[in-house]
């Protein structure tokens, strides 16, 4: 017989109840204070050279310009020197001085490469100035000692992040406290109530300065977020619009391949059974063919969309669209070159939508200005190019800025037929889209 052995995980009594509210927050700040001010706190963290161009820095050039990355090295080491003078300067030997000094300057220089480690170290150089110095000009800091304290504290709050420089704001008046009642002897004037209210409103206007940084650095990553959407959004609503579109040249295809299928063996006498057959399965895929594509486009289609009456545009109809254009105030030319020949209808249907998307664009962002398009039938397919002028400097019309939703429909277009495209502006000012559309020659052949 098997004996079961039970194991109790939880303690019973006062261990197994659940923590107040009250413990838990004092927990986690023992966390973080052990996280902020003990663990690891003579790291090697080296402030790294400035990457962004300050204001500064934009108007320098050369060597100057890279000296300029270590700006604000130059600014720290520069605090710790005024602070290594006003300490010598209060002592009475050249040896205490010296001590004194170095005492003030050496916390100050750390903080480039251990940021907390500097703050102890500020602490620890505090004592023993008030102790080796003569501390009776003020006490626990002697003017150097004072400045230097700020200055760690001001660093090491700039390096980390607002709970670090509160512990070291903490620790600081605990340190003065002690000083003040354990040595102070009630001889000296205590410079602690300026040193916590100077550095709390230094922390304070850090602290402020480290929120609004965190606050730009969160609406700029949603404001990429957003763009990324919104182009992601209009890519699909474009691919959705070219569905609709190319729906009725396919449909038109699937029909005519029906509607022959179906009549073929009434225009041959005697038709064998084979080809009837043939007839009646090409007739009944072309069917199929047509009913699975009228569903998928109903997937993709608006609940608001109604499809239109009319044919879908060809370049035939393009003169149409120049004269609607020119009604508005653009002027427009056309120039075509090559051997105009029928396309396949996706290849027409596209090269119309570009032409049209594309004068578009010029009357948004460039009212005023003429525009000239190109069409070139090439032996391995269709060539386009709209080109635009500058808009004339006194005009009424102001200029759209536009999200560029255009120029993504046209790239969508030529992506589905394999073409090339280029968009870009040009050296008047103007702009230029430059689209080849390639055609097989079988296809071609097969429309003609």
């Known amino acids: 017989?098997?004996?079961?052995?039970?194991?109790?995980?939880?303690?019973?009594?006062?261990?197994?109840?659940?923590?107040?509210?009250?413990?838990?927050?004092?927990?986690?700040?023992?966390?973080?204070?052990?996280?902020?001010?003990?663990?690891?706190?003579?790291?090697?963290?080296?402030?790294?050279?400035?990457?962004?161009?300050?204001?500064?820095?934009?108007?320098?050039?050369?060597?100057?310009?890279?000296?300029?990355?270590?700006?604000?090295?130059?600014?720290?080491?520069?605090?710790?020197?005024?602070?290594?003078?006003?300490?010598?300067?209060?002592?009475?030997?050249?040896?205490?001085?010296?001590?004194?000094?170095?005492?003030?300057?050496?916390?100050?220089?750390?903080?480039?490469?251990?940021?907390?480690?500097?703050?102890?170290?500020?602490?620890?150089?505090?004592?023993?100035?008030?102790?080796?110095?003569?501390?009776?000009?003020?006490?626990?800091?002697?003017?150097?000692?004072?400045?230097?304290?700020?200055?760690?504290?001001?660093?090491?709050?700039?390096?980390?992040?607002?709970?670090?420089?509160?512990?070291?704001?903490?620790?600081?008046?605990?340190?003065?406290?002690?000083?003040?009642?354990?040595?102070?002897?009630?001889?000296?004037?205590?410079?602690?109530?300026?040193?916590?209210?100077?550095?709390?409103?230094?922390?304070?206007?850090?602290?402020?300065?480290?929120?609004?940084?965190?606050?730009?650095?969160?609406?700029?990553?949603?404001?990429?977020?957003?763009?990324?959407?919104?182009?992601?959004?209009?890519?699909?609503?474009?691919?959705?619009?070219?569905?609709?579109?190319?729906?009725?040249?396919?449909?038109?295809?699937?029909?005519?391949v029906a509607i022959q299928a179906e009549a073929a063996p009434y225009r041959v006498e005697n038709p064998p059974p084979e080809l009837e057959k043939a007839f009646v399965t090409i007739r009944e895929n072309a069917v199929a063919a047509l009913t699975e594509l009228r569903r998928v486009l109903g997937v993709v289609r608006a609940e608001d969309y109604e499809a239109p009456d009319a044919p879908q545009p060809m370049l035939a109809d393009l003169d149409g669209l120049l004269a609607n254009v020119r009604e508005t105030g653009l002027e427009v030319e056309k120039a075509v070159t090559g051997a105009v020949r029928e396309l396949p209808q996706g290849v027409e249907l596209s090269a119309y939508r570009i032409v049209q998307e594309a004068l578009s664009n010029t009357l948004r962002h460039a009212p005023g200005a003429a525009a000239r398009v190109e069409i070139g039938y090439v032996l391995g397919g269709l060539g386009l190019r709209i080109v635009n002028g500058p808009p004339p400097a006194p005009h009424l019309i102001k200029p759209s800025p536009g999200a560029g939703h255009g120029v993504t429909g046209m790239r969508e277009r030529v992506s589905m037929l394999n073409g090339e495209m280029t968009a870009g502006p040009v050296d008047d000012g103007g702009y230029e889209v430059t689209v080849f559309l390639p055609v097989p020659a079988a296809a071609t052949e097969g429309d003609a």
């Not at 620790?171 to 916590?196: C, K, R, S, V």
């Not at 404001?223 to 619009?241: D, G, K, N, P």
């Open 1 to 256: 017989m098997t004996e079961t052995t039970h194991t109790q995980t939880t303690p019973p009594g006062a261990a197994g109840r659940p923590r107040s509210p009250e413990f838990r927050l004092a927990a986690d700040a023992l966390r973080g204070l052990r996280q902020d001010l003990f663990q690891d706190a003579f790291a090697y963290d080296p402030l790294p050279r400035r990457s962004d161009a300050g204001w500064i820095s934009r108007r320098m050039s050369g060597r100057a310009r890279e000296y300029a990355a270590w700006t604000r090295h130059l600014l720290v080491t520069i605090g710790g020197v005024v602070a290594m003078f006003v300490a010598m300067a209060r002592a009475d030997s050249p040896v205490v001085s010296l001590m004194c000094g170095l005492l003030a300057l050496v916390p100050v220089l750390l903080t480039l490469v251990r940021p907390v480690g500097a703050f102890w170290a500020s602490l620890a150089a505090t004592a023993a100035t008030a102790v080796t110095g003569g501390a009776d000009i003020s006490w626990p800091w002697l003017p150097g000692s004072f400045i230097s304290h700020l200055l760690v504290l001001t660093i090491v709050a700039i390096r980390t992040r607002p709970r670090t420089a509160a512990w070291m704001w903490v620790f600081t008046a605990l340190f003065g406290f002690f000083a003040d009642t354990g040595f102070g002897w009630g001889n000296y004037d205590t410079d602690t109530a300026p040193m916590l209210f100077l550095s709390a409103l230094i922390l304070l206007i850090v602290t402020v300065r480290h929120t609004r940084r965190e606050a730009q650095q969160e609406v700029t990553a949603q404001q990429t977020v957003t763009a990324h959407e919104r182009s992601r959004r209009t890519l699909l609503e474009e691919r959705t619009t070219i569905a609709r579109e190319l729906h009725d040249v396919v449909a038109h295809h699937m029909s005519v």
